[in-house]
């Protein structure tokens, strides 16, 4: 028996261990079921693929009156379109083109019949939502949007109160296109309706939480914790959801990094990274990617962050209830690492 095979037997052996300990889930479910949130998707798309390109600019205008902000937010920033008038005008132009384009318009088809029925994604961004206002009671629920975006975003918020949907972005890693236009296979990998709710928490997250991007660079640790907390966030907001979908691996590459987190701590502390301000560096780490330079094949990308996680649930144990999710969100990463005693044996 040679030795690839052991290592595969054993590989399915940890994840049927992980599978009975209820591993890929949470433990922070609460009961909130006294809130009568409800959160319903605004079909934009459906509104917008049924303009009268005959009579655009009435049909425009009509449209626009129903929700002037989003529509604008829509035509001129997301889009690019450009401002509607009352005369023709370039903008038109282009959106009689873009609406009487063959492709455009076999998009709209496919996402109308994927998105036929849209109940389970309502369900489980009104189980996030309810637990972001649990969390948040200061903050709005923001509306719901969704729309075509020709491949251009998979979620989107342009203010506090909106937020909004590409469901061409989550057509299934089968969706042929996706291949023809060059998505790299890990992220096609993600562009599946299990990836709605996280991708929807995660704008909202840095909407009211993230960070400027202009703020000078700290050490690799210190950002890979910033990531951390906002996966824990994530954890906090879907508490049912299986964790690997948080933060985009596939079930195997989520078990592969907890199997090997003594042997990824040292390999950090080997190569003398945690401390490093190198922007490569923090590329090769932090950011997203197909698998993390310098780690075994069998890595996956962004293993930064899962360290970083790992750290930030570290110092939430330890602080045994005392620090709340929006304290832990304000909280310095420096004291988030001394106070985590995070150090994998």
């Known amino acids: 028996m040679n030795q690839k095979y052991h290592h595969f037997i054993a590989l399915l052996f940890l994840l049927f261990l992980l599978a009975q300990c209820d591993f890929y889930k949470n433990n922070k479910i609460l009961d909130l079921s006294s809130s009568n949130l409800e959160i319903k998707l605004n079909r ?19 449209l626009r009156s129903e929700d002037s902000l989003f529509f604008d937010s829509y035509t001129i920033q997301m889009m690019r379109f450009g401002r509607i008038t009352d005369t023709p005008s370039v903008t038109t132009k282009y959106i009689r083109e ?102 929807a928490m995660e704008v909202l997250y840095l909407q009211h939480f993230g960070r400027n991007e202009l703020e000078e660079t700290s050490a690799l640790v210190y950002e890979m914790i910033e990531k951390g907390k906002k996966l824990y966030f994530l954890e906090s907001m879907m508490p049912e959801k299986e964790k690997h979908f948080l933060i985009g691996y596939s079930p195997e590459q989520l078990a592969w990094c907890n199997a ?31 698998r993390t330079a310098g780690m075994p094949k069998e890595a996956p990308g962004n293993v930064g962050s899962w360290v970083g996680w790992q750290i930030v649930n570290a110092y939430m144990k330890n602080a045994g209830g005392s620090v709340t999710l929006e304290q832990l969100l304000k909280t310095p990463a420096e004291t988030i690492m001394n106070k985590s005693k995070y150090k994998p044996a």
């Open 44 to 62: 934009f798309e459906k509104k917008f693929e049924k303009i009268d390109t005959n009579n655009i600019i009435s049909s425009l205008k009509s």
């Open 98 to 199: 873009f609406l009487t384009n063959k492709d455009v318009r076999n998009l709209h088809d496919s996402v109308s019949i994927k998105f036929e029925n849209i109940k389970p994604i309502e369900q489980e961004l009104t189980e996030a939502m309810k637990y972001f206002e649990h969390y948040f009671p200061n903050l709005a629920i923001p509306k719901v949007y969704s729309v075509v975006s020709e491949f251009g975003y998979n979620a989107v918020t342009f203010d506090s109160a909106t937020l909004v949907l590409s469901l061409d972005m989550f057509m299934g890693k089968d969706f042929s296109i996706y291949r023809s236009i060059d998505f790299p296979s890990y992220k096609i990998a993600r562009f599946a309706p299990q990836y709605i709710a996280p991708n």
């Open 260 to 290: 090997s987190e003594s042997d990824i701590w040292a390999f950090y502390n080997e190569k003398d990274l945690f401390y490093s301000k190198s922007y490569i560096e923090h590329k090769k780490h932090i950011d997203d990617g197909p």
